[in-house]
């Protein structure tokens, strides 16, 4: 009986609340936002120390609520995820080669999607092995290849052709290979992992 009565109260001041904080004036609003601020930058590690221990502690009930939610909102998300790519297509290009570089057990992983731009421009658009111009339609070869223990790095990669990458396959590159030492583009942030 009290952890209903407890629920319909934190129900109602919720909805108070949330009543309250449209009839907020934008100077209300932005005191708000700043005392928030000013709140966080001093609490900054009690917070991410709470934030860790949370996720922690409701790993399932987070994992159950993510994987309902998607089930919930699937045709809604596929169709977000749809027009991100569209809009962006070297940004999922490039996270679609890192996620299978992640897959087969890459040392390095951080070639991003600026430097392989640089790299198809310090080639001029060109395959490495055979010349031939192919603008923004080269694939990236790694000189050593992930199966064998390769990086995907800038240090690694280079352009090549669909053709010319798929009669290398797994083997060494049959002429001398220089890949782009230094690059503009910074390399990817390494995510922490929990």
Not at 64 to 87: D, M, N, P, V, W
Not at 139 to 148: F, G, I, R
Request: glycine share 4%; aromatic share 8%.
């Amino acid at each position: 009986m009290a952890r209903k009565n407890r629920e319909a109260d934190r129900a109602y001041k919720n909805a108070w609340a949330n009543a309250k904080r449209l009839q907020w004036t934008e100077e209300e609003r932005a005191k708000q936002n700043a005392r928030k601020r000013a709140w966080y930058v001093a609490q900054r590690e009690h917070a991410l120390a709470y934030a860790r221990e949370y996720g922690e502690t409701h790993k399932a009930e987070r994992a159950a609520y993510q994987q309902a939610y998607g089930l919930i909102h699937r045709a809604e998300l596929t169709a977000k995820s749809r027009a991100r790519r569209h809009a962006h297509p070297e940004l999922s290009a490039a996270w679609t080669k890192s996620y299978s570089a992640r897959k087969k057990g890459a040392p390095i992983n951080d070639l991003t999607a600026a430097q392989w731009r640089e790299i198809q421009s310090a080639q001029d658009h060109r395959c490495y092995y055979c010349g031939k111009r192919f603008k923004w339609h080269l694939t990236q070869d790694h000189v050593q290849p992930l199966s064998q223990g390769g990086s995907h790095t800038l240090h690694n990669v280079i352009g090549a052709c669909r053709s010319c990458n798929s009669k290398k396959h797994t083997s060494a590159p049959h002429i001398p290979v220089q890949p782009l030492l230094l690059t503009i583009a910074p390399a990817a942030k390494k995510r922490r992992r929990a």
